[in-house]
């Protein structure tokens, strides 16, 4: 079994930062891409940002300049920095990450969500 844990999320004024940590567990042979989402109240899941396995990155433009993505590929974990924040930044933040598992097989994996409230 694949499994994502995320950690760091929680409550942060305007202008503070967060980094979100999110660790891969299982059976697993490679990850290939992996990425952070996010879901603000009433709206629909949005892409924040990805990283590939050599770690070219792309961040979306309401992040841009405040938030980076990096991975480490030996400890399996991907993580997002997020400097700046505000409030509209307030959402449930999900990992994601393409997996090659043990029995040879690609799958689309999923955390369970931390949650980031800015707000002061």
């Known amino acids: 079994q694949v499994q994502l844990v995320e950690s760091g999320g929680g409550l942060v004024q305007p202008g503070g930062s967060l980094r979100l940590s999110c660790a891969a567990s299982?059976?697993?042979?490679?990850?290939?891409?992996m990425a952070w989402y996010r879901q603000a109240p009433g709206k629909q899941r949005e892409l924040v940002a990805t990283?590939?396995?050599?770690?070219?990155?792309n961040v979306a433009d309401s992040v841009k300049g405040r938030f980076a993505i990096s991975r480490d590929n030996a400890k399996k974990m991907v993580y997002l920095q997020m400097n700046s924040l505000k409030p509209e930044d307030t959402a449930v933040y999900y990992c994601?990450?393409?997996?090659?598992?043990?029995?040879?097989?690609?799958?689309?994996?999923w955390g369970q969500g931390t949650q980031v409230t800015v707000s002061s």
């Open positions: 994601n990450a393409n997996i090659y598992t043990s029995t040879y097989a690609w799958g689309d994996y």
């Open positions: 299982g059976s697993i042979v490679s990850i290939a891409a």
């Open positions: 990283i590939t396995y050599s770690g070219t990155t």
